[in-house]
């Protein structure tokens, strides 16, 4: 049944999607671009920085050259860490939610999060120990909504564990279209939390089961996505 569990980082374990689009709003604002939350919220959640200002930078029209993108994440990145500083955002039930898990099976993380800003609020809150594997932007070929970030989760699960994973024994956990997307196409089991987009979003999504946030992922409910039917 179920082998492991890999996580989204930001909307999932951690509240930082509101920390995130305030650092994209200031950084664009410095070059006279405003970025409204709703826009944020519909278009580009779930996307690694760098792909956001590109994706910015195309719909805007804008004269970018190939450098803006690079540019404005390493500026968005400062900022970040520091609004991250000034507390932990996981959510609450996070910590228990991921220790329950991981004393059953491997868990770790695939997101669209800089590296430094996933271990910046897993070690405030002594939790990066407890992931198997950690996946975050620009670690694979290509981000979500392309499979690479959960194919790169589970091959990093076998590696550490020395058990052969099977995909389709593993779910991911995510609150984007792009993640569910993502975990899919990789043959993982998308299981959705409601914190950014609405359930019925969530389902068409095909994700296998929408729960309200992290404090109901729990094991007995995800091995229960193998029972008869």
């Known amino acids: 049944m179920l082998q492991a569990v890999v996580f989204d980082f930001d909307g999932v374990l951690a509240n930082s999607e509101p920390l995130h689009l305030r650092a994209f709003q200031s950084v664009l604002a410095a070059r006279d671009v405003i970025l409204s939350a709703q826009e944020y919220y519909e278009m580009y959640v779930g996307y690694d920085d760098e792909t956001v200002f590109r994706e910015i930078a195309r719909d805007r029209g804008l004269d970018a050259g190939p450098e803006w993108a690079s540019q404005l994440t390493e500026a968005k990145s400062v900022v970040m860490q520091t609004l991250l500083a000034r507390g932990s955002p996981l959510f609450p039930g996070a910590f228990k939610a ?132």
């Open 98 to 229: 991921v220790h329950d898990l991981a004393d059953r099976v491997p868990v770790a993380v695939a997101s669209g999060a800089q590296r430094h800003e996933i271990l910046q609020v897993l070690q405030l809150e002594d939790l990066a120990r407890v992931f198997t594997a950690i996946v975050a932007a620009g670690e694979t070929p290509n981000g979500k909504p392309a499979p690479d970030p959960y194919r790169r989760a589970v091959e990093l699960i076998a590696l550490e564990t020395g058990t052969p994973i099977e995909a389709g024994r593993v779910v991911a956990v995510e609150d984007s279209i792009q993640g569910l997307e993502s975990a899919r196409a990789a043959g993982l089991r998308p299981v959705a939390l409601s914190t950014t987009y609405r359930t019925e979003l969530l389902m068409g999504a095909s994700a296998v089961m929408v729960l309200p946030d992290i404090s109901a992922v729990t094991y007995d409910r995800l091995v229960s996505l193998w029972a008869p039917r």
